[in-house]
């Protein structure tokens, strides 16, 4: 039964890749915007493979996105070299994914966590041997990415994070930076100074177990837990109580109290979306701290919110059985793949699940 269920998501998600190898938000000719690549989707869209053994997916996935950071190194460069002061100077958070062009207009373009999850997601397939990077070309730019976050500052930097919003120093940001330069830092002839690693250590452990100076409780900081696992049980226990006991809705989670995007309520307040991903995310955050019931739980709660068709939306209307427009999501379809995988999963051996 699952064997067939997560082909079925995985065939969803094939059918947002393009023939360059990124992945699209959601399908082409949606009138949301979401039909672009996005960096960290794509490392998000990428799990579903690397936990189901598809590796030249995987390594299509990669090749695109240092491709796709090689195309603007020149940017890159000029960023790690001089501190950048304008959001148009960071690196962009969404590009074509026939041209790898930067898409101009302004979209809240400061996403440290999104470089931080290219490293983290590179620097843990490489340690494995995963071959993924494949000449100096690479090591060259991944090692940029590395001076790019010393040269922001990550740890103290305001950035629109996850949800491309406010900008303020965001825990699931400075988490997001610091599981990358561990990953990268593990491999041997890149240089990641210890002190660029502890300087973020030592914020996050300021900023916890809020996410931000605005926010207590937001969804994004589930990825402290999984995949990043850099917090301390403790600590995760704690924002899991947090995100359950604020933020869990019947058909997903809210991504934080007052979200106004997709808000039901003109004013914005108390009738905010409900995300099918925070479900998958719960359920995958309680797996990685052996919590077998609950995660079991939440991913039977994940594969409810699927349309008829079995796709997953991004989000639902608040109390509503009414989705948006975005069907499906590729971050859901992929987190639910790799629940399914993870805490149900079908036969498949170990070697499978490492690159090879």
Not at 316 to 327: A, V
Request: proline fraction near 5%; include cysteine.
């Amino acid at each position: 039964m699952n064997d067939a269920k997560i082909e079925k998501h995985l065939q969803n998600l094939r059918a947002l890749q393009a023939p360059s190898g990124l992945f699209l938000a959601s399908p082409r000719g949606v009138d949301t915007g979401y039909d672009k690549a996005w960096l960290r989707d794509n490392v998000y869209e990428a799990l579903a493979f690397s936990a189901t053994g598809d590796w030249d997916t995987v390594r299509r996935v990669y090749r695109a996105i240092l491709d796709t950071l090689l195309k603007h190194e020149d940017k890159i460069k000029w960023a790690h070299e001089h501190k950048p002061s304008y959001a148009w100077q960071y690196i962009h958070a969404r590009y074509s994914p026939e041209t790898f062009e930067e898409f101009w207009e302004e979209w809240g373009n400061k996403q440290n966590d999104a470089i931080g999850a290219i490293l983290f997601q590179i620097g843990n397939l490489e340690e494995f041997g995963g071959g993924f990077i494949k000449d100096d070309n690479d090591r060259r730019i991944i090692q940029r990415l590395v001076y790019y976050l010393a040269s922001v500052e990550y740890w103290h930097d305001p950035d629109a994070g996850m949800w491309e919003e406010n900008e303020e120093v965001h825990a699931s940001s400075v988490g997001a930076c610091v599981a990358g330069l561990k990953a990268i830092a593990k491999l041997p002839g890149f240089e990641v100074s210890p002190s660029l690693i502890s300087s973020g250590v030592e914020a996050l452990s300021k900023l916890l177990p809020r996410e931000s100076e605005s926010k207590f409780a937001d969804l994004a900081q589930l990825s402290l837990i999984w995949p990043y696992r850099i917090v301390a049980p403790e600590m995760a226990l704690q924002i899991l109580e947090n995100v359950t006991y604020h933020l869990e809705k019947r058909r997903g989670v809210i991504r934080y109290k007052t979200d106004r995007y997709y808000n039901k309520n003109k004013d914005g307040w108390s009738e905010e979306a409900e995300w099918c991903f925070g479900l998958s995310w719960l359920a995958l955050c309680y797996n990685a701290l052996s919590e077998r019931e609950k995660a079991e739980h939440y991913l039977a709660r994940a594969g409810d919110v699927a349309t008829p068709d079995e796709k997953i939306p991004e989000l639902y209307f608040s109390n509503s059985d009414k989705p948006n427009e975005n069907i499906p999501l590729g971050w859901a379809e992929s987190m639910y793949v790799v629940a399914l995988q993870s805490i149900s999963p079908p036969h498949l051996s170990e070697a499978s699940r490492k690159p090879h």
